[in-house]
């Protein structure tokens, strides 16, 4: 077989459990014979190593990496770190010895996966060391990995240089350390510019996740987990899983875009498997999550992707990536988020003739909601503006570069129409700022643009606020507003980037419609109000639709409408009409299922104008009630107790209550067959909290025919 003048050795690309051996204990100099280490110093015994200590309390502590449950140092790049290392004996000026720090298989200093760091006057490579003091025969040393060293676990040796070459310490697996990002550098890529942002987004370990639609927001709680015993772990492996090189693990950039594609599965073998029906046998509801931790270690454990997500469930986990590996990061939801499968600013909505909905020839949507995450990062491929929060979204929708993936993508560039740089900015642009077309299809197949809505799409973008339990609205960090100078040229600069918008030249219509709607709970009435509007100078006769059917929250109908129904208005010139729509609950109850979204639609037709507005409605839920009891002290028992009333007029079914807390409580599940109406249901469950401080616990209920319901509660624990 012919040798390949390509690759002499295949690039490495596996951090978790290497198994080979690294050095020879011993290892001669070129041109040495002995194989016995002889010392440096006449008359003293060889200098060897007794003992290692890693300083794990004082080192995480000054790390930020308190929080971690390891047994093993974690670290982040450009800050110093101290081991205290025993030799057999005090040392001598003669004597001479190296740190080594591997990463990886076949590591190689020329990779930066092999790094020696030297004490004396020998040239280090891009780590520093120094000797901060001596105690006898105890050496406190002071080391620094370089603000742009692999992100990942290295193996540690101590190499003592003798006469006839180098004796090493014996591969010790306790030895081994975690070397992460660190935003609290300037010098590191992930810098973060104040303290309280930092706290945030790198160290908080739950968040909550805005749903609903943008005129009735809805949240959730979520434990991202990122510090949990066996997640960091499980975050390296994804990285072996998708086989990214050791040497590209300290580029921010690469790392946040391979992450983006191995959050899902839908094109190698990644974390999750996304579900947008109705049916979740074979695996566990979206709603019914309420962490990554278990998705994780579950990943981890079996090596097989986790059943189901949808677009939060990617958020949240993608959100425990980041984190965990130090980098700063939030979940964002962008309310009437546009998905455009042409990738052009157009999210064209079909309708027939009569008025109806055409969901055979509507490919576009609009979902009342999307998730997706911002990381915090130095651009080093980009000018400087372009540095900061980028969007990233493991959610898979399009491919990019060949793989379900999506950026990071600048948040600025986003705002300014600057479409051109990496990574998928038009998909982005086109999420936030899409024009929405209402087109009319005739019994040929031929499409009429009948409007054109400028501002439905993209109507509000929010995360959780620093250091609150409430939101914050970022709308201005992605787009001017709607109309102003600013926001005209950036939609031009977009043009200019290819972004194709309808240029339709249509008359503006005399005629209009405005939906308004009070949602109430879950099983109460409900009261639909449509009025139409006749800015014609003579009166209309208005043929009119409406249909009301309940909806995911990706804009699709779950089913057939539950009411359909045509009218006619006659409206005087210049004035109004409204028809008001009476809604009983055992009109959409029976099916409504996990979703609690309805969808309403009226059209309009007079002469030869015709209108059409669309509106989400989410309705509220009965309330989940948590109480704790007992000491809030690290080892000592508390108590939850969780109950709910089921105050709906039908029973609820395949009931699921989960409870999680960071630092609190492992994910528990427990199942009720049924609860019947008026019924309640109550649970205490005891724990031991493991951690002192700020603590959170979230607790969800889950049923198969009624969304899920969530509330947290804080609560401080004691040392």
């Not at 609009?366 to 372009?386: G, Q, S, T």
Request: aromatic fraction near 10%; include cysteine; charge should be negative.
């Amino acid at each position: 077989m012919r040798k390949s003048f390509r690759l002499s050795n295949r690039v490495p690309n596996k951090n978790l459990h290497i198994d080979q051996d690294d050095f020879r204990e011993f290892e001669p100099f070129e041109g040495e014979t002995d194989v016995i280490p002889r010392s440096t110093a006449p008359g003293t015994k060889p200098l060897t190593v007794v003992g290692v200590d890693m300083r794990k309390d004082f080192n995480k502590a000054n790390h930020y990496a308190t929080e971690y449950v390891t047994n093993l140092l974690v670290v982040r790049r450009a800050k110093q770190f101290v081991i205290d290392i025993t030799f057999n004996r005090p040392m001598v000026p003669q004597d001479d010895f190296q740190m080594e720090f591997l990463i990886g298989e076949d590591p190689a200093a020329n990779k930066d996966s092999l790094v020696v760091v030297t004490f004396r006057n020998r040239r280090s490579t891009s780590w520093s060391g120094k000797i901060l003091g001596t105690r006898d025969t105890v050496v406190s040393l002071g080391i620094t990995a370089h603000a742009k060293a692999i992100v990942g676990l290295y193996r540690m040796y101590v190499a003592i240089a003798v006469a006839n070459g180098m004796q090493r310490t014996e591969k010790d697996p306790k030895t081994n350390l975690y070397v992460l990002f660190n935003p609290w550098s300037p010098d590191d890529e992930v810098f973060y510019p104040d303290e309280v942002g930092r706290t945030e987004y790198v160290l908080n370990s739950t968040g909550l996740i805005y749903m609903g639609t943008y005129e009735q927001v809805s949240e959730r709680g979520w434990v991202y987990g990122q510090f949990e015993e066996g997640v960091l772990d499980a975050c390296i492996y994804i990285l072996d899983i998708c086989r990214m090189p050791i040497q590209n693990r300290g580029e921010v950039t690469k790392m946040v875009r391979t992450a983006s594609a191995l959050i899902n599965s839908q094109d190698d073998n990644g974390v999750l498997v996304g579900n947008w029906s109705d049916d979740f046998s074979m695996g566990t509801a979206p709603t019914t999550w309420t962490g990554s931790t278990k998705i994780l270690l579950q990943y981890h454990n079996t090596g097989a992707p986790v059943s189901f997500a949808q677009c939060w469930v990617y958020a949240g986990v993608l959100n425990t990536f980041l984190r965990c590996l130090g980098i700063p990061s939030r979940v964002i939801t962008n309310f009437n988020s546009a998905h455009d499968n042409t990738g052009n600013l157009k999210t064209e909505l079909v309708f027939k003739e009569d008025g109806t909905p055409d969901e055979r020839n509507t490919r576009d949507s609009i979902w009342n909601y999307h998730c997706w995450n911002e990381a915090f990062m130095k651009r080093v491929d980009l000018p400087p503006k372009f540095s900061g929060w980028q969007v990233v979204d493991a959610t898979p929708q399009e491919t990019s570069d060949g793989y379900f993936r999506c950026g990071p993508a600048p948040v600025i560039a986003i705002r300014d129409g600057e479409l051109c740089h990496p990574f998928d900015c038009r998909f982005v642009f086109a999420e936030v700022n899409s024009d929405v077309i209402h087109m009319v299809s005739d019994r040929y197949g031929n499409m009429t643009p009948k409007s054109v809505n400028t501002t439905y799409v993209g109507k509000m973008l929010y995360t959780k606020a620093v250091s609150s339990w409430g939101p914050e609205d970022i709308t201005r960090t992605y787009k001017y507003p709607e109309g102003s100078p600013q926001d005209k040229q950036t939609m031009a600069k977009a043009e200019e980037y290819g972004c194709e918008r309808d240029q339709s030249d249509l008359p503006a219509s005399k005629l209009s419609i405005q939906i308004s709607a009070q949602a109430g709970f879950v099983g109460e009435p409900l009261k639909i109000e449509a009025t139409f509007y006749n800015q014609a100078e003579l009166m209309k006769s208005v043929r009119a639709h409406l249909e009301i059917a309940v909806t995911y929250y990706t804009g699709v109908a779950s089913s057939v409408p539950f009411k359909s129904e045509d009218f006619t208005l006659d409206i005087a010139a210049f004035q109004s009409s409204t028809r008001v729509f009476e809604i009983s609950p055992q009109d959409y109850v029976s099916q409504l299922g996990s979703n609690s979204s309805l969808g309403i639609t009226v059209t309009g037709k007079s002469d030869h104008e015709e209108a059409s507005a669309v509106k989400t409605i989410s309705l509220k839920l009965p309330p989940l009630n948590i109480t704790l009891s007992g000491r809030p002290q690290v080892n000592q028992e508390m108590y939850a107790l969780v109950s709910f009333t089921n105050t709906l007029s039908f029973p609820l079914t395949g009931a699921k209550l989960a409870m999680e807390g960071a630092g609190l409580l492992e994910t528990q599940v427990y199942n009720y067959r049924t609860i019947p109406p008026m019924g309640q249901i109550s649970r205490k469950v005891g724990f031991r909290p493991l951690k002192p401080g700020l603590r959170t616990l979230l607790v969800l209920l889950d049923c198969e025919n009624l969304p899920d319901v969530t509330t947290i509660v804080e609560v401080k624990v004691m040392p």
